[in-house]
């Protein structure tokens, strides 16, 4: 076991501000500091997202945490690899711990660190009331309403994952399996790689999609349930913000989903009940045809919804699109 658990991620953009308001419309929590902008979830004591001003969008670098044991072993694993270099620490995200390029030019910082406790995850800070489904011999609600208000607030309580083009899916996953220490969970066709941190995780931290250059496809964030789900992709269309692809659920991974495309056309994701591995021995990675693999029900997807926008320097602000609030 090397790194622990995924702790944030960076992404450089042309419009900090404007990027900042779609994070905080989306439910999280912003400082701005300068020309860069720290989001992180209410009652989390973590960082999330570090956002930095640059002429395009770019995932300006992955973070994840380890103990002293485990950053040893991250040293250790650069130094048997041919995909990963140790390098100095960003000037514009500087943050503790070691800084890892990889064979296409990812950067990455692994620090000493226990995953802050938060609202959501397998132990989360605060007591949730289960979901209840009523089905066939199975009413686990009764005597009781099971629709939340519609003016509920959805709050995202973490962030679960997030997903990366690549250029080689292999070299990627050989370069998050031998040199950071995540396991493999499933693939499909050569295309799509699922990893998680070993040792108790969802069932992945991050996603690969295989393409002609790198880049930053989505992140996603844990919501309570559906309903949140719902109600948090709902309430982006009705602030403006431009629909990515949902209500679905996806099928690796079984997590109900519903994505929004952010001012810089990137993806952000609303999730809830995500398959959850507390055995890596227990679990075996499988490669899964496409057409079964990708999502259970929902639209089908939009074209652009696998295009790699890396490198876009235009910022589209909400109202383009939107479909208005609900009367």
């Known amino acids: 076991m090397s790194v622990k658990h995924f702790h944030h991620l960076g992404l450089a953009i042309p419009d900090v501000p404007t990027q900042k308001k779609f994070y905080e419309d989306f439910g999280l929590i912003g400082e701005e500091i300068e020309n860069r902008a720290i989001m992180r979830c209410i009652g989390r004591d973590q960082d999330q997202l570090l956002l930095t001003e640059g002429p395009e969008r770019k995932l300006s670098h992955v973070s994840y945490g380890a103990d002293d044991e485990g950053l ?12 990963a270099t140790e390098i100095d620490c960003p000037k514009d995200t500087p943050y503790e711990g070691i800084w890892i390029q990889d064979f296409e030019g990812d950067v990455y910082n692994v620090n000493i660190s226990e995953a802050a406790p938060s609202k959501g995850g397998i132990s989360p800070s605060i007591a949730h009331e289960a979901f209840q489904a009523n089905g066939p011999g199975h ?3 009764v005597n009781k309403k099971g629709s939340i208000a519609y003016d509920t607030t959805p709050e995202p309580h973490r962030l679960g994952h997030m997903v990366q083009f690549t250029t080689s899916l292999e070299k990627k996953i050989a370069f998050y399996r031998d040199v950071l220490g995540l396991k493999l969970t499933d693939t499909s066709e050569g295309l799509i790689a699922f990893l998680r941190t070993a040792g108790g995780c969802d069932h ?5 999609l295989e393409t002609d250059k790198t880049g930053f496809h989505h992140a996603s964030f844990e919501m309570d349930n559906v309903d949140h789900v719902g109600l948090g992709g709902q309430g982006m269309l009705e602030k403006g913000y431009r629909n990515g692809w949902g209500l679905g659920r996806h ?3 079984s ?8 001012p810089h056309d990137g993806l952000c994701e609303f999730f809830a009940d995500m398959d959850y591995i507390a055995d890596d021995d227990a679990w ?5 045809p496409m057409d079964v693999g990708f999502y259970l029900w929902g639209p089908n997807p939009p074209e652009e919804f696998g295009m790699n926008y890396e490198g876009c320097k235009t910022t589209t602000k909400p109202g383009a699109g939107g479909k208005g609030a609900r009367n």
């Open 204 to 208: 992945h931290t991050v996603g690969f």
């Open 251 to 253: 099928a690796l991974g």
């Open 72 to 83: 040893a072993a991250v040293k250790n694993n650069i130094e048997a690899s041919n995909l």
């Open 284 to 288: 075996e990675a499988k490669d899964w």
């Open 139 to 141: 009413y686990d609600r």
């Open 255 to 262: 997590n109900f989903f519903w994505y929004i495309r952010d």
